[in-house]
């Protein structure tokens, strides 16, 4: 991802994926929403951890739950975040399933739900519902990450809790 003036915004898109694994061990893998509404999140199945500078080697980790694998920790102790991520969203009653790309910050697959009709048009709005849906609650997501990210708190308190929960991750291993 480049910037009109031609800085590089890669770091925010894996800050933001690696972000979403601290966040969700520390507080039951949930983020409030308004209303009092929550939204639930799995990192399930796929686990790519890169360095930030491009050089060197990513780690592609795949099976149940790889985030709780050692090879995980490892490449979060050398430094390297989450560049791809296969994420289960749950919210109400629906869910839905996110491959998700830090470097150009889109998704590559979005499992949508099964229409129940066999009518064209009422298929077509059904799933441009969920879409709708499923993209609404990974704005709200990252909404809510930029306001963290761009809070004073950040440096102050975040970057240390993250640094913190490497350290304690280590110790449960």
């Not at 709780?68 to 009653?93: D, F, W």
């Not at 950040?154 to 350290?167: K, L, R, T």
């Amino acid at each position: 991802m480049v910037s009109a003036t031609g800085d590089s915004k890669d770091f925010l898109g894996q800050e933001f994926l690696t972000w979403l694994w601290y966040y969700g061990e520390k507080n039951q893998w949930t983020i409030p929403l308004p209303n009092n509404e929550e939204v639930s999140y799995g990192l399930e199945d796929l686990l790519v951890m890169s360095p930030e500078e491009k050089e060197g080697c990513s780690q592609r980790l795949k099976g149940t739950y790889p985030v709780g694998c050692p090879e995980a920790h490892a490449a979060l102790e050398e430094g390297k975040k989450v560049s791809v991520t296969r994420m289960i969203l749950s919210y109400k009653e629906r869910e839905w399933v996110v491959t998700w790309k830090a470097d150009s910050f889109t998704f590559s697959s979005l499992q949508l739900l099964q229409p129940t009709t066999n009518h064209v048009q009422d298929r077509f709005l059904e799933l441009s519902m969920d879409l709708e849906q499923a993209l609404s609650l990974l704005d709200r997501i990252y909404f809510y990450f930029l306001e963290m990210r761009l809070s004073p708190l950040w440096q102050q308190q975040e970057v240390h809790a993250i640094q913190d929960w490497i350290q304690k991750r280590r110790e449960k291993l």
